[in-house]
Nanobody, 122 residues
Framework: QVQLVESGGGLVQAGGSLRLSCAAS????????MGWFRQAPGKEREFVAA????????NYADSVKGRFTISRANAENTVYLQMNSLKPEDTAVYYC???????????????WGQGTQVTVSS
């Protein structure tokens, strides 16, 4: 079992930055690809970014390319999402998740955190 806990969310003005963290316990994250997803009120959960187990491959949703960066520190059992140039439409609950392999498909992720709220004011 892998337990994931997100942190770093909050309220920020448009154009600002936040850094989300996802800390794991129970098992090492180094065997898993990691992803970030988000869900806004009344909307489906959507893929944001993912990184493979060794950090060498990443994938981003078109809506965040060039603004968000996913990274991982396997020695710290932690994954990060650096979010720059935030927009009001980035407002959502952000979830980290672990999967066997790099994928953008939410159902392929086996473990999920509880989420952290990100609110971007205009």
């Amino acid at each position: 079992q892998v337990q994931l806990v997100e942190s770093g969310g909050g309220l920020v003005q448009a154009g600002g930055s936040l850094r989300l963290s996802c800390a794991a316990s129970g098992r090492t994250l180094s065997s898993y690809a990691m992803g970030w997803f988000r869900q806004a009120p009344g909307k489906e959960r959507e893929f944001v970014a993912a990184v493979n187990s060794n950090g060498g491959l990443t994938n981003y949703a078109d809506s965040v390319k060039g603004r968000f960066t996913i990274s991982r520190a396997n020695a710290e059992n932690t994954v990060y999402l650096q979010m720059n140039s935030l927009k009001p439409e980035d407002t959502a609950v952000y979830y980290c998740a672990a999967a066997v392999r790099l994928t953008v498909v939410a159902v392929a992720y086996n473990y999920w955190g509880q989420g952290t709220q990100v609110t971007v004011s205009s």
